[in-house]
């Protein structure tokens, strides 16, 4: 048996790669006691990685007939990434309140920008990041941090998600300093801001870029430290997209952890359970 699962999980119905089924049966073979879905949501927004509205019941129904046929040798969990938009009503546009999910996933992909009266893209390519920050914040990649961490303050507070992914994300395309310095009090007083908004939620540490051959954990063993400090509770997940990363360098997931001084993390399985290193 493997004490540890991920609830954090693409598929075709986003932009994973494979069928649920695939997991499934990957995550049995693995010994895991529970899985959870969580494609990205659909947005009013012209947007390339999230599922499209029309597929949500499709997505309920293909997830619950998995739960008849292999339920009685994993539990299956219903999920979803959601993005927050700044001045869009995402649960609205997905009648949320109707969905019934088993635990929802808070997350800020995308910010909003002024100067193109719309969207820039904190996740994606380097080119696709680059061009956000050029073009939506005139190449001040400290003006876009800013908004990033502002952004997923809002999202934090309105959302109250059981999860928040990648606390960091605004790192994956910052490797060698690109666009700014996270060791500068002046990024850390936004984390700080940040890590003090959090009610229930539990932080991710997530290690789906590195499956992806991007060496980038996040958090950052710095904000872990900090995440310790106010006795923040942490969820090891995989953002997993395709079945050989299900459950991806976990143990270097573990070892930043202990640096930081977790003897624990929280797997969920119905509810958040404590898993002890
Ligand atoms: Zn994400
Ligand atoms: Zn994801």
Not at 115 to 144: C, L, N
Not at 197 to 222: L, R
Request: charged share 30%; hydrophobic share 35%.
């Amino acid at each position: 048996m493997n004490k540890f699962n991920t609830i954090h999980l693409h598929t075709p119905y986003s932009d994973g790669i494979n069928y649920s089924h695939e997991y499934i049966e990957e995550a049995i073979r693995l010994g895991l006691k529970s899985i959870g879905f969580s494609d990205h949501a659909p947005v009013p927004l012209k947007y390339d990685w999230a599922m499209k509205k029309e597929n949500l019941p499709r997505y309920f129904d293909e997830l619950n007939y998995m739960r008849k046929v292999y339920g009685n040798k994993i539990n299956i969990y219903i999920g979803l990434e959601l993005d927050y938009l700044e001045g869009l009503d995402v649960k609205k546009y997905i009648d949320f309140d109707q969905l019934n999910l088993d635990f929802v996933i808070g997350t800020v992909h995308y910010l909003y920008s002024d100067r193109i009266d719309g969207f820039a893209s904190a996740d994606g390519t380097q080119e696709r990041v680059d061009k956000a920050i050029i073009e939506g914040f005139g190449g001040d990649g400290v003006a876009f941090y800013k908004k990033y961490y502002q952004t997923l303050r809002q999202m934090i507070t309105e959302y109250n998600p059981l999860m928040i992914a990648h606390f960091d994300i605004v790192e994956k395309r910052n490797i060698g300093k690109k666009w700014f310095d996270a060791d500068t009090d002046e990024y850390k007083a936004h984390v700080e801001a940040t890590l003090d908004v959090i009610k229930d939620s539990y932080i991710e540490v997530n290690t789906g870029a590195m499956a992806k051959g991007i060496d980038v954990m996040y958090p950052s063993e710095y904000i872990l430290r900090r995440c310790r400090a106010k006795n923040l509770r942490v969820s090891v997940n995989s953002d997993c997209h395709f079945t050989s990363a299900l459950l991806f360098a976990y143990d270097k997931a573990i070892d930043r952890l202990k640096r930081a001084g977790y003897d624990c993390s929280y797997v969920f399985d119905g509810v958040m359970k404590k898993v002890k290193f």
